[in-house]
């Protein structure tokens, strides 16, 4: 079987490219993980609360904020945000009077920020 010298250089070229593209690309930053936790402290939904753990790739991001809705407020948009030092992670939590009166977090979006632009974002489905 004679396999012709440019294909094995264009399938060779390819798998180069192709790997210089994705070896890139794991370079940039990106949220890699948002998780959700309902913790019942005590009896009352006063004493309830939601964590969301946004986690991200090394990056020189110079803010990490979180946008969310609640249930009891669904045309209001709140957000908190958290200045990153040398851990990838950050614990965001709604507690208390705002978690009483807003309700249960309906949709979130969670994004790096270096000055005023957008390095990457991670949203849930009913963004």
């Not at 209001?76 to 990153?84: D, M, Q, R, T």
Request: charged fraction near 20%; charge should be positive; glycine fraction near 4%.
């Amino acid at each position: 079987m004679n396999i012709p010298h440019r294909w094995i250089l264009s399938c060779a070229l390819t798998l180069v490219v192709g790997c210089a593209s994705t070896a890139h690309q794991s370079q940039q930053p990106r949220i890699t993980e948002v998780t959700r936790t309902t913790r019942l402290i005590g009896y009352t939904p006063a004493e309830h609360r939601e964590e969301f753990c946004v986690v991200w790739t090394r990056c020189h991001a110079s803010l990490v904020k979180f946008e969310y809705r609640q249930v009891n407020a669904p045309n209001e948009l709140f957000a908190k945000s958290y200045v990153p030092t040398t851990r990838r992670f950050h614990v965001f939590t709604i507690a208390g009077d705002e978690l009483r009166k807003g309700g249960k977090v309906s949709a979130w979006r969670a994004s790096l920020w270096q000055n005023e632009r957008l390095l990457a974002e991670m949203k849930s489905a009913l963004w």
